[in-house]
């Protein structure tokens, strides 16, 4: 068996090196979604990978540019569409839960959020490009994909570490539980994405959330990731509601809550900016700014937020936490992803 074991270990190290060398002097390809060549006002820089989404990027018009930030992006490496949240000042917490309360304000600066969770497809490609022959369980999430039938619906059953890994590849970062919140919610203390309604018969296509009918709102289980248009959070970011809960990066401090407000840990970016793309961006992976902007520096649990396809409609609330430790495969728990913007250029 021994030896077996070696001979795939050395197939897998094969695949690997012709993979890396495909990769040599290819030539990139950007995604269908990208508007290359679209012009940007001083002062507003995307890193590499990331461009304004095509056909949405008028300056002058509203709709498509905030304080000239083009409101929608596309990341180049996994064709996602990111929405610009705008800095703000924004009552986070005040839920049903012990460590939900008491609300308190937070300063977030501006960063863009995945408008949909990650999907099947998009981690399928990561796993093919990214395979690590020795670590089987990132693959966890085959148990529930199925190629071709559910390719636009999110993953599930990753762990924490393995939703990090995929946010590197693709240049971005899990969200902050700060970042996830005002994302979800906006400044007006709203407790659902789409505002203070529960889903009720009436509403029901606002959310993939439990009822107690079976597929109340047209899914038993997880639904494609653009859907439910209609409770889309104040930034047009689908189902922060339901469908799958969402790792974010911090590790959970239950009486977090505790401290009257909090600058947003990602100001820590402007301390320690190593180049990222270029020197207008700081890497996001650098040791020191991990841990600024990462809530408590240790802990045994992950946040994890916004309910799922598996929680009744009050866990789904936007203030709403629970934790898993982040080498947990949770079969309703997925991931999207943010991109930080430099602290200096936000606007108020
Ligand atoms: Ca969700």
């Not at 270990?9 to 012709?18: D, S, Y």
């Not at 703000?88 to 501006?110: K, L, W, Y």
């Not at 946010?167 to 902050?176: D, H, I, K, N, Y």
Request: net charge negative; charged share 25%.
């Amino acid at each position: 068996m021994a030896s077996i074991d070696r001979i795939i270990r050395m197939g897998c190290a094969a695949v690997f090196v012709l993979v890396a060398g495909t990769g040599v002097g290819c030539t990139h390809h950007h995604s269908p979604l990208a508007d290359v060549c679209a012009q940007l006002p001083e002062g507003v820089v995307l890193p590499e990978s990331f461009y304004p989404l095509a056909n949405h990027s008028e300056l002058d018009r509203a709709d498509d540019s905030y304080n000239g930030w083009p409101r929608y992006i596309v990341c180049d490496r996994d064709n996602m569409v990111m929405a610009y949240v705008p800095s703000q000042t924004f009552n986070m917490g005040g839920g049903i839960g012990t460590d939900e309360v008491p609300a308190r304000e937070v300063v977030v600066s501006h960063f863009y959020i995945d408008i949909t969770e990650v999907t099947n497809g998009q981690y399928h490609r990561f796993r093919k490009v990214h395979a690590r022959c020795d670590r089987e369980d990132h693959d966890t999430y085959r148990e529930y994909f199925v190629r071709g039938v559910n390719n636009d619906h999110p993953v599930r059953n990753i762990s924490w570490m393995d939703a990090r890994l995929y946010s590197r590849w693709v240049r971005r970062m899990l969200p902050t539980e700060a970042q996830w919140e005002a994302a979800a919610r906006g400044s007006d203390r709203r407790i659902y994405p789409w505002g203070n309604e529960p889903q009720i018969e009436t509403t029901r296509y606002l959310c993939n959330c439990k009822t107690t009918r079976a597929a109340f709102d047209g899914y038993e289980y997880t639904a494609p990731v653009m859907n439910f248009a209609a409770g889309v959070s104040p930034y047009g970011a689908f189902q922060m509601a339901g469908n799958v809960a969402e790792w974010c990066a911090d590790w959970y401090d239950p009486g977090r809550y505790a401290y009257p407000s909090e600058e947003d840990p990602a100001m820590g970016l402007e301390r320690g900016a190593k180049a990222f793309g270029d020197e207008n961006f700081p890497n996001p992976l650098a040791k020191i700014i991990r841990e600024t902007r990462v809530g408590p520096f240790r802990g045994d649990e992950k946040a994890i937020r916004g309910g799922s396809y598996a929680d009744p409609i009050e866990k789904c609330r936007v203030d709403s936490r629970r934790t898993a430790r982040p080498g947990a495969y949770l079969a309703n728990v997925g991931f999207r992803c943010v991109l930080p913007l430099p602290p200096n250029t936000a606007t108020r």
